[in-house]
T-cell receptor
Framework: DTAVSQTPKYLVTQMGNDKSIKCEQN?????MYWYKQDSKKFLKIMFS???????INETVPNRFSPKSPDKAHLNLHINSLELGDSAVYFC???????????????FGDGTRLSIL | AQKVTQAQTEISVVEKEDVTLDCVYE???????LFWYKQPPSGELVFLIR??????QNEISGRYSWNFQKSTSSFNFTITASQVVDSAVYFC??????????FGKGTHLIIQP
């Protein structure tokens, strides 16, 4: 049983294209996130959603648009892809945000995006 | 704002040696949470431990142990009798909740047979 699943696992595309990454969690969590891991392995939060509402947008270019149709899904759409977008993108989810208990985040396996 | 520093970029030890990974954090919050994650060569992120600021007790889980010291703002991770399968990048992180996690830059641990 996969807790947080992302598709696709690999994405190779040309500069200027538009692409989407899908994320689903079956843990019943109320908060979902997107993180970017660059070539030096540095992990940085991009977005967080709580019960389908955007909470955090960490100075991400507006070419990146997250969409949460329900609290189990948080998809990431990227317009006009640039070379610098090449990275591994991780989706994550957690529970207990509203109570402030900062429960552990469970991560998907990542999507490796390569821009040619 | 939170900040996490992992000063050790890479550590290489021979199997069965003990190894400690350092983590220093900065926060203005009185209540905060600290985490460790493991990223093996296969790339996934595996949760290891969560610690809140009210609980300074050290924790042991098998060969893994964690030393949380508020006085030095440190949350260090020790692997006893290291094994090749412990080879991975280990991340210390703080925060969580709606703000997400603030990660350190990671320590690449290499266990040589």
């Amino acid at each position: 049983d996969t807790a947080v699943s992302q598709t696709p696992k690999y994405l190779v595309t040309q500069m200027g294209n538009d692409k989407s990454i899908k994320c689903e969690q079956n843990l019943g969590h109320d908060t979902m996130y997107w993180y970017k891991q660059d070539s030096k392995k540095f992990l940085k939060i991009m977005f967080s959603y709580n019960n389908k509402e955007l909470i955090i947008n960490e100075t991400v270019p507006n070419r990146f648009s997250p969409k949460s149709p329900d609290k189990a899904h948080l998809n990431l759409h990227i317009n006009s892809l640039e070379l610098g977008d090449s990275a591994v993108y991780f989706c994550a989810s957690s529970q207990g945000v509203s109570g402030g208990y900062n429960q552990p985040q469970h991560f998907g396996d990542g999507t490796r995006l390569s821009i040619l | 704002a939170q900040k996490v520093t992992q000063a050790q970029t890479e550590i290489s030890v021979v199997e069965k040696e003990d190894v400690t990974l350092d983590c220093v954090y900065e926060t203005r919050d009185t209540t905060y949470y600290l985490f460790w994650y493991k990223q093996p060569p296969s790339g996934e992120l595996v949760f290891l431990i969560r610690r809140n600021s009210f609980d300074e007790q050290n924790e042991i889980s098998g060969r893994y142990s964690w030393n949380f010291q508020k006085s030095t703002s440190s949350f260090n991770f020790t692997i006893t009798a290291s094994q090749v399968v412990d080879s991975a990048v280990y991340f210390c992180a703080s925060g969580g909740g709606a703000d997400g996690l603030t990660f350190g830059k990671g320590t690449h641990l290499i266990i040589q047979p």
